[in-house]
């Protein structure tokens, strides 16, 4: 399994654009990038995926450079309530997944 | 996500207490998996299943066992319950019908044990 490193928090101010990088040097040809929401005392809630360039939804924007070795997730225009914890996880079908300590984003008001 | 469900929301037990957390999910998936959470640490993986005649051991399965008594269903016990296993508990789904292994957590099992 491919070992994702990620910022340990983040704060910003309310409307502003986030962007949490994560690295994983080692990924594999077949992984995908994927990006999970927790807030506190709930379950992971997933974002985004990818596999590379730029994956956009309704919730974020994934960028993934051409060499995979990290990605971005974006949050636009953030409001209080994606205060919660972001993780970044690398893997590919069939494959238990690891989940790290994850990015906590405080949005200030 | 209400398709994955676990009981009971909470439990109190006592040292050296049997206890069962169940986890039921009607998405139809194959795949089942329980991890852990402890405050301020991300998820630790106990066991995953990728079939109903499928058992593995993930990260931290000493002290726990599991069952998949249907496609549907995954239980976890505790033989013996000990403090350090307070934490908070999440049963996960993913399927064939998933990206790439997206999970669908449960709403997870606040454990105390005294």
């Known amino acids: 399994l491919a070992k994702t490193t990620q910022p340990i928090s983040m704060d910003s101010y309310e409307g502003q654009e986030v962007n949490i990088t994560c690295s994983h040097n080692?990924?594999?040809?077949?992984?995908?990038i994927t990006w999970y929401q927790q807030f506190p005392s709930q379950g992971p809630r997933f974002i985004i995926q990818?596999?590379?360039t730029k994956v956009t939804n309704e919730v974020a924007s994934l960028f993934i450079p051409a060499d995979r070795k990290s990605s971005t997730l974006s949050l636009p225009r953030v409001s209080l309530s994606d205060t919660a914890v972001y993780y970044c996880?690398?893997?590919?079908?069939?494959?238990?997944?690891?989940f790290g300590t994850g990015t906590k984003l405080q949005v200030i008001p | 996500d209400a398709d994955v469900t676990q009981t009971p929301r909470n439990r109190i037990t006592k040292t050296g207490k049997r206890i069962m957390l169940e986890c039921s999910q009607t998405?139809?998936?194959?795949?089942m998996y329980w991890y852990r959470q402890d405050p301020g640490l991300g998820l630790r993986l106990i066991y995953y299943?990728?079939?109903?005649?499928?058992?593995n051991k993930g990260e931290i399965s000493d002290g726990y066992s599991v069952s998949r008594q249907a496609q549907a269903k995954f239980s976890l016990s505790l033989e013996s319950a000990i403090p350090n296993q307070t934490a908070l508990y999440f049963c996960?789904?993913?399927?064939?019908?998933?990206?790439?292994?997206?999970?669908?957590f449960g709403p997870g099992t606040r454990l105390l044990v005294l």
């Open positions: 990818g596999y590379k």
């Open positions: 299943s990728f079939d109903v005649k499928d058992i």
């Open positions: 080692n990924i594999a040809t077949n992984d995908y």
């Open positions: 996880l690398v893997a590919r079908g069939y494959q238990k997944v690891t």
């Open positions: 998405k139809g998936h194959d795949r």
């Open positions: 996960a789904t993913s399927g064939r019908d998933t990206v790439e292994e997206t999970q669908y």
